[in-house]
């Protein structure tokens, strides 16, 4: 499985509606386990008031996340693969949640 | 199933009469009987029973099959370790063993499926236990047979048990492709392991032996095991073959005559055989059977195990070994039924070293096994003769090496086959025989393509036509001409191809040559379509597709089907593509035909008409398995376009291959599609340099073979990087349009091919903005992002007010489901089980599974019935 970032901009009008997204998401996700990984996900304050992310995912190809994300409903803007990884500190202990 | 969990044996009958004591294999019998239990009602299974030598299988499905004679009709069929195995062999034991005739009159391939299909309904037709002993030394016929009955298995009531040595069975062994094609659903795999130390004790103690060191020396193998047991004298024998010789000892010499002979007979000897040989041995039998060392059997007597039978046979030492075999072939050879007996006749004249025994029935046995579809065992039956003909004339040599070349192309084995070729053509030469010369010259083009060896190919087609132009013209010539219609169709030289399909037609139908007449109308009709000709193109494939299914010559329908389907596909004419793809896919999936590069033009097809999730899905499926390089190349542009469309990573490397693989055969038919695919995806990163380089690259064998759509897309990348120095006028209509700078007009002609993707970006490219509006909608449709970004941004600059893209709420219906999970619940509806929805959509078995679930889960419906009744009820399906 390679690694790659998702970017879903502007997907939510509220975070109610992420986090409904959030649970499709790991039911989908638990679905198809050799194909799909999420590892995590950077919430966007959009401009606009939306909700976007930045998600981080293991996948067997770019055609099995976009199968996930049309599967859980989710919008993907643009998939991106990850060449590597530069670890300077451990993810911020989130703001809520 | 582990080794540890499944420990057990059943004592073997050297006592005759006894009931052997059953031990520790519960949990493989458990298996077999649930497994039993789901054919009888109504799902076929497959168990795969497998172990070393010695372990027990027989003797496992032996107790299994006793135990289910109340339940079920059992039927046994064996494989023997012959130099080559009887083509067919286990399956013609399980039809005799039903009392049916089903198989008997399969003498030709074509013949195979009709009776394959008979073949499972007699499985089905009554609740059955079909065994197949010794898969790995199966025949290549038998092999694919099995195949065949394990993908429809499920839908009888059938449980097929296949035994096999599994450390036997190597990476490639031809008995791993059945393995690999088995349905995972249908599978169940009943690994034995060795005995205990405490079952191999108790055994011991049951025989009254001394049991100290026996389980170390013999690793729990049961067959060493019982025959330590059995064998007199207190040693501990070294090996299992020093047990068997240890057993044998106390025979008597008539008994031991008996085991002499039989050993050089795998499988069952007959009692007949014995009697010939020996003058009347039935006593010396009798006494065999009495002592355990041989077992009676339909056919005649058998050694309790093979390994039995090599140590008995390693024991005779070669002289003896030969006589008897010797022995063995001359009371055969006196049989009337000599004609079915060929396999062993070919087995026993090479294991006697009579050269002209082998040169006499090698070459009968493997024209049979060729005939059926045994070719592996052809090849080996050919080369085995091969090596016995030195003392023969060259016109016997030059039919075998003839007959070994074909066989050996349709292996796969293609320079063997080009040295058969070549030697072919050298004897014919010897024997001034020019006919036979050119005909091989014009054969040997075919391996030599298969291998990428183009240049060799032209010469050896260049030179069969001057050798046979020579002579007064007949069958040879026909031949020559339509490998040559062949050559000039591969290199897209169109007009050639007609014209050498021509000659070749009119002369096979002056000799009335039905397979070469085939051969010549699909080169016609093939050349005319690549030329464009599409309506005459299809009449000439269609008139060689009837002649074929007319008489059988399944190679020659498959081929018609074939370039009807990417022959219309490479020429933008999907509807009809899509169609005869699905006709090929039924006919070659009811005869097991290997359809991958037919499966990966409805994946390139699916991708142009704006399927992407179909098409990517079933490229991958492609490229998992192990298709072919020209399915492969395929399958990666369809991939690859995709990911390029949708600005997804992993285009390049998908296009990187197909690059990797087009460039042996150097053909405008691979290189045009794989380059204009990369001008593409290049064109779309932003790098039009390199967009340019790989449109310049094909572009101009694209206009000298006059290829309307290759032309015309290549030339289409270069007007893109404004760098198109000219286009001829011929080029594809909707492409000719766009250069001519008609985007309205161009669209129109994508939209009437149903090219969604091409037609949105022809109206991109219009200076009318309501058209470009519309382009943005339908990219945002198709998930386009990469083009849809750029048209965003030429319209933002010139002050339109873009609507923004799609979010997939938009396009939720009341219960969430995709459109694909739609699709599969419009067939669930019509009732369709999931193996048929999988061929119907041509997806994977598993993929349709995980769909069927989601769909009952977002319905909350807990079995087909209520997710139709709900589909309904919320009017789902409405609309479609």
């Known amino acids: 499985m390679d690694t790659y970032v998702i970017v879903r901009r502007n997907g939510w009008r509220t975070g109610a509606d992420l986090e409904e997204a959030a649970r499709r998401s790991t039911v989908e996700g638990e679905r198809m386990p050799d194909d799909v990984a999420w590892i995590r996900s950077y919430v966007l304050e959009e401009r606009d008031g939306s909700v976007g992310t930045i998600c981080v995912y293991q996948a067997s190809s770019p055609e099995a996340i976009r199968a996930h994300a049309e599967a859980a409903r989710l919008p993907v803007d643009e998939i991106v693969k990850v060449a590597g990884t530069v670890l300077v500190r451990p993810d911020p202990v989130p703001a809520t949640g | 199933m582990g080794r540890n969990g499944q420990r057990g044996f059943v004592a073997q009958s050297h006592m005759v009469g006894t009931a052997p004591p059953l031990l520790e294999r519960e949990e493989a ?13 109504g799902e076929g299974r497959v168990a795969l029973v497998y172990g070393e030598a010695g372990i027990g299988k027989t003797t496992v499905v032996r107790a299994f099959a006793r135990a289910s004679r109340g339940t079920a009709r059992v039927l046994w069929g064996a494989c023997d370790p012959l130099f080559t195995p009887r083509p067919f062999g286990p399956l013609y034991d399980l039809a005799r063993e039903a009392g049916s005739t089903v198989l008997l009159e399969v003498e030709r391939e074509d013949d195979r499926t009709a009776q394959l299909a008979s073949l499972l309904d007699l499985l089905g037709e009554t ?20 195949r065949y009955l394990a993908r429809r298995i499920e839908r009888v009531p059938c449980l097929l048990v296949v035994t096999y040595r599994d450390d036997e069975v190597g990476a490639e062994h031809p008995l791993r492709l059945l393995l690999g094609a088995i349905p995972s659903g249908v599978a169940r795999r009943i690994e034995l392991g060795p005995l205990s130390d405490r079952a191999v004790r108790e055994l ?54 008996v085991l002499d002979l039989a050993s050089v007979v795998p499988g069952q000897v007959e009692r007949w055989l014995l009697d010939e040989v020996l003058g009347s041995a039935s006593a010396g039998a009798n006494v065999c059977v009495e002592r355990g060392m041989l077992v009676p059997g339909p056919g005649g007597l058998a050694f309790r195990h093979e390994l039995a039978r090599q140590a008995i046979l390693e024991a005779l030492g070669p002289e003896r070994r030969a006589a008897n075999h010797r022995a063995v072939l001359h009371t055969l050879e006196a049989r009337p039924d000599r004609d079915s007996l060929l396999p062993r006749l070919a087995h026993h004249a090479e294991a006697a070293g009579d050269a002209g025994a082998v040169v006499r029935y090698a070459p009968l046995a493997a024209a049979r096994a060729a005939a059926v579809g045994s070719h592996r065992e052809a090849a080996a039956l050919y080369e085995l003769a091969l090596r016995y003909a030195d003392e023969a004339g060259d016109d016997v040599r030059v039919a075998l ?30 024997l001034g025989d020019p006919l036979r010369e050119g005909e091989n010259l014009a054969r040997l083009t075919m391996p030599f393509i298969g291998a990428g060896r183009n240049a060799e190919a032209e010469e050896a087609g260049r030179q069969a036509i001057a050798v046979l132009e020579e ?20 290199s897209r030289d169109n007009a050639d191809g007609v014209a050498w399909g021509e000659r070749a037609r009119s002369l096979a139908e002056e000799v009335g040559d039905v397979d070469t007449l085939a051969m010549a109308l699909n080169m016609i009709g093939t050349s005319h379509v690549m030329a464009g000709e599409i309506e005459p193109g299809c009449e000439y494939l269609e008139r060689s597709l009837a002649l074929a299914l007319e008489h059988g010559l399944t190679p020659r329908v498959a081929s018609a089907y074939g370039m009807l389907a990417s022959g219309l596909g490479e020429m933008y004419e999907f509807d009809r593509a899509e169609r005869w793809i699905r006709e090929y896919l039924r006919f070659g999936g009811e005869r097991d035909l290997d359809v991958s590069y037919i499966t990966s033009w409805l994946a390139a097809v699916h991708v142009y008409r704006g399927r992407w999730d179909e098409g990517a899905e079933l490229a991958q499926q492609l490229l998992a398995g192990d298709a072919g390089p020209l399915a492969r190349i395929t399958a990666l542009v369809a991939l690859g376009r995709v990911r390029a469309r949708r600005g997804d990573p992993g285009a390049e490397e998908a296009l990187d291959e197909a690059l990797e693989l087009s460039r042996p055969g150097g053909h405008l038919q691979r290189l045009g599609h794989v380059l204009a695919a990369r001008a593409e995806a290049a064109w779309l990163a932003g790098d039009r340099e390199r967009a340019l380089a790989e449109a310049r690259a094909a572009y101009p064998l694209a206009l000298e073979k006059r290829h309307l759509w290759f032309a015309g897309e290549l030339a289409y990348w270069q007007w893109r990087c404004g760098r198109l120095e000219s ?36 109206l991109a490219e219009s200076e009318n903005t309501e058209a470009r509006l519309e382009a943005v909608g339908a990219l945002d449709e198709l998930g386009a992002a990469p083009l849809a970004r750029q048209l965003r941004g030429h319209l933002r600059a010139l002050r339109v007010r873009v609507p923004r893209g799609p979010r997939p709420s938009t396009r939720d219906n009341a219960a969430g489901l995709t459109r694909r999970e739609l699709e599969v619940l419009a067939l669930v509806a019509e009732g369709l089980r999931n193996a048929e929805i999988a061929d119907w959509l041509v997806v994977s078995r598993r993929t349709v599974d995980h769909h069927v679930s989601a769909i009952l889960r977002k319905l909350g419906a807990h079995t087909r019935g209520e997710a139709a009744a709900e589909a309904a009820r919320l009017g789902l399906l409405e609309n479609r």
Do not use: K
């Not at chain 2, 298996?31 to 789901?38: D, K, V, W, Y």
């Not at chain 2, 330590?228 to 299992?240: D, I, K, Q």
């Not at chain 2, 070994?404 to 014919?428: K, M, N, Q």
């Not at chain 2, 091919?753 to 022809?762: L, W």
């Open chain 2, 471 to 490: 002579l007064p013209p007949g069958r040879e010539l026909a031949v020559a001409y339509a490998f040559q219609a062949y050559l000039r169709m591969l």
């Open chain 2, 29 to 41: 019998l458990a298996a077999l009987t649930e497994a039993l239990a789901s054919a009888l009602g």
């Open chain 2, 401 to 430: 090496v003839e007959a070994y070349a074909h066989v050996a192309h349709l292996t796969g084995r293609l320079d063997e086959a080009i040295a058969a070729r070549r030697e072919a053509i050298e004897l014919s030469r010897r």
């Open chain 2, 204 to 257: 011991a103690s049951a025989a009254g032996r001394d049991a100290t060191g026996l389980y170390e020396r013999t690793r729990g193998n049961p067959f060493y095991v019982t025959e330590v047991l059995a064998a007199s004298g207190s040693g501990l024998p070294a090996t299992v073959r020093d047990a068997v010789l240890a057993r044998a000892l106390g025979l008597g010499n008539e008994a031991r005559a």
């Open chain 2, 127 to 146: 609740p059955t236990v079909g065994v197949v002993e010794d898969a790995h030394w199966a025949d290549e016929a038998s092999l694919d047979a099995l």
């Open chain 2, 727 to 762: 286009a001829p006028g011929w080029i594809a209509e909707p492409y000719r349009l766009q250069l001519a700078g008609d985007a309205l007009g161009a669209a129109r002609a994508w939209a009437t091919r149903g090219c969604p993707y091409e037609r949105a970006r022809a």
